[in-house]
């Protein structure tokens, strides 16, 4: 698609973007602004709001009425008081995510489709369960959803694909199974389709019993946690920055001093000095600035993406 005169590119859930996808849509316009929104900003976009060219604006407040989401962690032989837990709920009228992270044909983990089958006829007979997938047709998706949201549908057992987009008040309970396969983004994503409503939400990581140390980690922080930049933060601990001039969006940056973690609040008062210079000598004119001239000079060119 080509435009005229594109000014303004406005990118929501930017972590679900690429960096040349990011790229190639700024490179539809001249002196293009960029706006992107997350809830939980990947660790490279972290890091470029420390020590890159990006204005940062945060909203902690949640809207009014909504309630903290309630996390709790369960392994997967205990799973049955989950399922009698999520039972209550859609006795009192409410509904309920099951989420997995394959579509079919797990052999050593749970997938969406097996699990739709028995939910529906063995876990809950009574009640209404469907399945959403990303290799469904796009209008059964639709009608599916439809009918989540009007509440024709009470269990909606489904992949990651409702990460985004969903907004269903009525829905109280999400259950992640197999928590530990997922990153600290789309846990933090999931469990935000629940508590958005004003009745109180629950959010059940289910883990395997041979769960890994960097699992234990994750599912740690998401109990601790309900702040989607507290856990961004963390997902930079766990993943490494990736590429400030590159596409790399997650690994470990190597500078020449400094270490982007450990050194963090000296890179924020580092790049507000930078800043600060660029602001009273845009050209480094000034005596006690050429050796940054300087270091500009001899320095390798950024690659095309950075540009």
Same mark, same amino acid.
């Given at each position: 698609?080509?435009?005229?005169?594109?000014?303004?590119?406005?990118?929501?859930?930017?972590?679900?973007?690429?960096?040349?996808?990011?790229?190639?849509?700024?490179?539809?316009?001249?002196?293009?602004?960029?706006?992107?929104?997350?809830?939980?900003?990947?660790?490279?976009?972290?890091?470029?709001?420390?020590?890159?060219?990006?204005?940062?604006?945060?909203?902690?407040?949640?809207?009014?009425?909504?309630?903290?989401?309630?996390?709790?962690?369960?392994?997967?032989?205990?799973?049955?008081?989950?399922?009698?837990?999520?039972?209550?709920?859609?006795?009192?009228?409410?509904?309920?995510?099951?989420?997995?992270?394959?579509?079919?044909?797990? #052999?050593?983990?749970?997938? !969406?489709?097996?699990?739709?089958?028995?939910?529906? !006829?063995?876990?809950?007979?009574?009640?209404?369960? !469907?399945?959403?997938?990303?290799?469904?047709?796009?209008?059964?998706? &639709?009608?599916?959803?439809?009918?989540?949201?009007?509440?024709?549908?009470?269990?909606?057992?489904?992949?990651?694909?409702?990460?985004?987009?969903?907004?269903?008040?009525?829905?109280?309970?999400?259950?992640?199974?197999?928590?530990?396969?997922?990153?600290?983004?789309?846990?933090?994503?999931?469990?935000?389709?629940?508590?958005?409503?004003?009745?109180?939400?629950?959010?059940?990581?289910?883990?395997?019993?041979?769960?890994?140390?960097?699992?234990?980690? &994750?599912?740690?922080?998401?109990? #601790?946690?309900?702040?989607?930049?507290?856990?961004?933060?963390?997902?930079?601990?766990?993943?490494?920055?990736?590429?400030?001039?590159?596409?790399?969006?997650?690994?470990?940056?190597?500078?020449?001093?400094?270490?982007?973690?450990?050194?963090?609040? #000296?890179?924020?008062?580092?790049?507000?000095?930078?800043?600060?210079?660029?602001?009273?000598?845009?050209?480094?004119?000034? #005596?006690?600035?050429?050796?940054?001239?300087?270091?500009?000079?001899?320095?390798?060119?950024?690659?095309?993406?950075?540009?």
């Amino acid at each position: 698609m080509e435009y005229k005169n594109l000014k303004l590119v406005v990118i929501d859930e930017q972590h679900r973007f690429g960096v040349t996808q990011r790229a190639l849509i700024m490179s539809k316009g001249e002196n293009t602004s960029l706006l992107m929104m997350s809830a939980t900003p990947i660790p490279r976009t972290l890091a470029l709001t420390i020590f890159g060219d990006m204005d940062v604006s945060t909203i902690k407040d949640m809207p009014p009425e909504r309630k903290p989401i309630k996390t709790h962690l369960a392994k997967e032989s205990s799973e049955e008081r989950v399922y009698d837990f999520v039972r209550k709920e859609l006795e009192q009228g409410r509904q309920a995510y099951f989420v997995y992270p394959l579509i079919d044909g797990g #052999e050593d983990i749970k997938d !969406a489709v097996s699990m739709a089958d028995r939910l529906a !006829a063995e876990v809950f007979p009574k009640h209404n369960v !469907a399945l959403i997938h990303s290799k469904l047709a796009e209008e059964n998706k &639709r009608q599916t959803m439809d009918d989540f949201r009007r509440g024709e549908i009470k269990i909606l057992t489904a992949t990651s694909v409702v990460e985004v987009g969903v907004d269903v008040p009525n829905a109280t309970c999400m259950v992640i199974e197999h928590a530990e396969r997922f990153g600290l983004s789309a846990l933090h994503q999931l469990r935000g389709r629940v508590g958005r409503g004003k009745d109180q939400s629950f959010c059940f990581l289910v883990y395997s019993d041979d769960l890994t140390q960097e699992g234990k980690v &994750r599912l740690k922080v998401m109990l #601790e946690n309900t702040d989607g930049f507290l856990i961004a933060e963390e997902d930079l601990k766990m993943r490494g920055p990736g590429q400030i001039a590159g596409t790399e969006q997650s690994g470990y940056l190597v500078l020449g001093i400094a270490n982007p973690v450990r050194d963090a609040q #000296e890179l924020v008062r580092a790049r507000a000095d930078a800043f600060s210079i660029l602001e009273s000598d845009p050209n480094l004119l000034l #005596e006690n600035h050429r050796v940054i001239a300087k270091v500009l000079e001899d320095a390798p060119p950024f690659s095309e993406v950075a540009l």
